[in-house]
């Protein structure tokens, strides 16, 4: 099993840019595939990115094509989403997931793990 703690996130403004961190602890992050999702209130959870268990492929929402980035470090346990050119209907809670069956799934059934979630919020 295991454990994965959120960071970053929080408010900015239309344009700019933030940096969500996704660290894992309990089993080496390289054996899983790992992705984000964002969720707003009542509505269903929203694939946004996923990389291979290597960080050798990548698998992106066309919502997000061309401005965010994920990337991994396995000898740090750690998964991060870097968003630019941020928009405000990029407004939501996002969630890190780690997989240890599936490889860039973009359904979050196919994810075992979450973390705690993260609000990003972006203002016109």
């Known amino acids: 099993q295991v454990q994965l703690v959120q960071s970053g996130g929080g408010l900015v403004q239309g344009g700019g840019s933030l940096r969500l961190s996704c660290a894992a602890s309990?089993?080496?992050?390289?054996?899983?595939?790992m992705a984000w999702f964002r969720q707003a209130p009542g509505k269903e959870r929203e694939f946004v990115a996923a990389i291979s268990r290597s960080g050798g492929g990548t698998n992106y929402a066309d919502s997000v094509k061309g401005r965010f980035t994920i990337s991994r470090e396995n000898d740090k346990n750690t998964v991060y989403l870097q968003m630019n050119s941020l928009k405000p209907e990029d407004t939501d809670v996002y969630y890190c997931?780690?997989?240890?069956?599936?490889?860039?799934?973009?359904?979050?059934?196919?994810?075992?793990?979450w973390g705690q979630g993260t609000q990003v919020t972006v203002s016109s």
């Open positions: 309990g089993r080496t992050l390289s054996t899983y595939s």
């Open positions: 997931a780690a997989g240890p069956r599936t490889h860039l799934s973009d359904y979050y059934v196919d994810y075992d793990y």
